[in-house]
């Protein structure tokens, strides 16, 4: 559910923290993760090619940015 993605920490795959779920928002072409909390804030498609793995056990989201948002 994506109540169970809020709060979770977003991690780019170099292990970088880049922030914390904030809201995921969906526009008509797909969910987009909102992610604050870091230097700025994130605007990330939830596609499996920008977010490989979710792991709510840890706590964490693994973020590979599209290019153009890092």
């Known amino acids: 559910y994506h109540t169970d993605l809020i709060g ?3 991690v780019d795959t170099g292990g970088v923290t880049l922030g914390r779920i904030a ?5 008509g072409a797909g969910d987009i993760l ?3 909390g ?3 804030a994130l605007l990330i498609p939830f596609t ?3 977010v ?3 792991d709510l056990s ?3 989201v693994i973020v590979d940015l599209p ?3 890092d």
Do not use: F, M
């Open 52 to 54: 490989p793995t979710v």
């Open 48 to 50: 499996l090619a920008a």
């Open 23 to 27: 809201a995921i928002q969906n526009h």
């Open 34 to 36: 909102e992610v604050t």
């Open 67 to 69: 290019e153009g948002l």
């Open 8 to 10: 979770l920490s977003v």
């Open 38 to 40: 870091g230097a700025k």
């Open 58 to 60: 840890a706590g964490r």
